[in-house]
């Protein structure tokens, strides 16, 4: 079997995950040890990726986008627990294949403040100005430099990922990244959607592996968005019930001495 032992994973459907609106209200432990941890090069660990939106091929965007970074940076303890979940994957031959991790404040604000605001009011002109923000906020945080309510990527506790063969190609997982859809949302396959098919059959089982294996790491899945996952974040702190976040906004020019 091409899975192996991670069959089981592919057959575990995931369960309603509830929303997670909010979590920028919950306290970070500043103190933690933990928030003192260092941004990190992801592929130092071993883990492969391309960054999506420094990318040209990165559809529905086809060109960098403004502020975009070429590295893939994540807090060091987030890397050691994706190196962790690699060690899994490789079993089978498999990978994961990050898209975006520690995110600049420039690309966060384009996409909340510019690019997405312009897609819907294009198909839905008439959109209200509290019906349009309720929208981008499903899927875009709102930017900010306060590092007491920051971004989940801009803590570095975020990821956006998928798997992959190993040096080749991604596995099916039913929509573009980036998708800012219901045909993101993570359990969006676990019940029938009209006509079931092949396709959407394997996008259930590939969204399953990824989901349960990172959580089985420590990471949170965001609701809406198959491809996101979070660890020491305020949505992560949320969404396990945990006092207070263990990383607050981090800065990788900082982290450079820059």
Do not use: C
């Amino acid at each position: 079997m091409p899975f192996a032992a991670l069959s089981a994973f592919r057959d575990k459907p995931i369960p309603d995950l509830g929303s997670a609106r909010g979590y920028r209200g919950l306290p970070i432990d500043f103190d933690n040890p933990r928030n003192a941890e260092p941004l990190v090069r992801a592929d130092a660990f071993g883990i492969a990726g391309e960054n999506y939106y420094a990318a040209t091929r990165n559809p529905p965007y086809y060109g960098a986008i403004p502020g975009a970074i070429d590295a893939l940076i994540v807090r060091q303890g987030v890397a050691e627990r994706l190196a962790r979940v690699n060690e899994k994957l490789n079993i089978a031959d498999l990978e994961l294949f990050l898209f975006d991790g520690w995110r600049p404040h420039a690309v966060q604000a384009y996409f909340h403040d510019v690019w997405l605001p312009a897609e819907l009011r294009r198909r839905k002109p008439g959109v209200s100005d509290a019906d349009l923000l309720a929208e981008v906020e499903t899927y875009w945080a709102a930017p900010t430099t306060d590092r007491g309510s920051p971004s989940p990527h801009s803590t570095g506790g975020a990821v956006d990922l998928t798997i992959r063969w190993r040096g080749g190609e991604q596995l099916w997982m039913g929509s573009l990244f980036d998708d800012a859809s219901p045909l993101a949302h993570p359990a969006r396959f676990e019940t029938t959607i009209g006509a079931f098919s092949f396709s959407d059959e394997e996008a259930r089982a590939n969204r399953r592996l990824l989901h349960w294996l990172m959580r089985e790491a420590g990471f949170v899945a965001n609701p809406t968005e198959w491809w996101h996952f979070s660890h020491g974040d305020q949505m992560w702190a949320m969404l396990t019930g945990a006092p207070a976040a263990l990383y607050a906004g981090a800065d990788y020019a900082e982290s450079l001495g820059a």
